[in-house]
T-cell receptor, first 114, second 113 residues
Framework: GENVEQHPSTLSVQEGDSAVIKCTYS??????FPWYKQELGKGPQLIID?????GEKKDQRIAVTLNKTAKHFSLHITETQPEDSAVYFC?????????????FGQGTILTVHP | DTGVSQDPRHKITKRGQNVTFRCDPI?????LYWYRQTLGQGPEFLTY????????KSRLLSDRFSAERPKGSFSTLEIQRTEQGDSAMYLC???????????FGPGTRLTVT
């Protein structure tokens, strides 16, 4: 089955700096890669996603890149703000019979210092 | 609020008791998923439904766990004879049938004492 590795486990930045979180996946059949933000006591919130036919996607201060050959994808947050502090999870969704199932990384605790 | 809702938000139970959680998906979403999340980890897939049909179950879902979605709308997850290792956050998500995006509810935090 799919295995998703996420790094780093913790990331501390100053307000205004950029933050980058990286994930690798194992199943070459995976074709959908979402990123979730989870705040304390809440469920994961979908913030951006990318499909395997696209190399990069951007939405205001956040962007995601995908390298299918190397089987890795990354989340980039620019001009970080204290409200970006949360746990971020990457995930992968294989096609075919596992169409609905998401496999998550271990999470990155992002802290943005004012 | 038209998001995914879960009830209860918190449940404390004694080992050996049965518990049942409810999930109401986003209206018109025909896929519904259950995940489990332990402290410091990402969510782990348990099972999912397309309408009322349960299409996939994880090996994590032991015989003590059962999920239903009888009318293709809300779903229940029951854990029988709870064990301390069942303590976790149980998350529900929903999506449209041919769309990948899954939207999560706030979760039910279970504590087994």
């Amino acid at each position: 089955g799919e295995n998703v590795e996420q790094h780093p486990s913790t990331l501390s930045v100053q307000e205004g700096d950029s933050a980058v979180i990286k994930c690798t996946y194992s199943d070459s059949a995976s074709n959908y890669f979402p990123w979730y933000k989870q705040e304390l006591g809440k469920g994961p919130q979908l913030i951006i996603d990318i499909r395997s036919n696209v190399g990069e996607k951007k939405d205001q201060r956040i962007a995601v890149t995908l390298n299918k050959t190397a089987k890795h994808f990354s989340l980039h947050i620019t001009e970080t703000q204290p409200e970006d502090s949360a746990v971020y999870f990457c995930a992968a969704n294989a096609g075919g019979t596992s169409y609905g199932k998401l496999t998550f990384g271990q999470g990155t605790i992002l802290t943005v210092h004012p | 609020d038209t998001g995914v809702s879960q009830d209860p938000r918190h449940k404390i139970t004694k080992r050996g008791q049965n518990v049942t959680f409810r999930c109401d998906p986003i209206s018109e979403h025909n896929r519904l998923y259950w995940y489990r999340q332990t402290l410091g980890q990402g969510p782990e897939f348990l099972t999912y439904f397309q309408n009322e049909a349960q299409l996939e179950k994880s090996r994590l879902l032991s015989d003590r766990f059962s999920a239903e979605r009888p009318k293709g709308s809300f779903s229940t997850l029951e854990i029988q004879r709870t064990e301390q290792g069942d303590s976790a956050m149980y998350l529900c998500a929903s999506s449209f049938k041919h769309r990948n995006e899954q939207y999560f509810g706030p979760g039910t935090r279970l504590t087994v004492t």
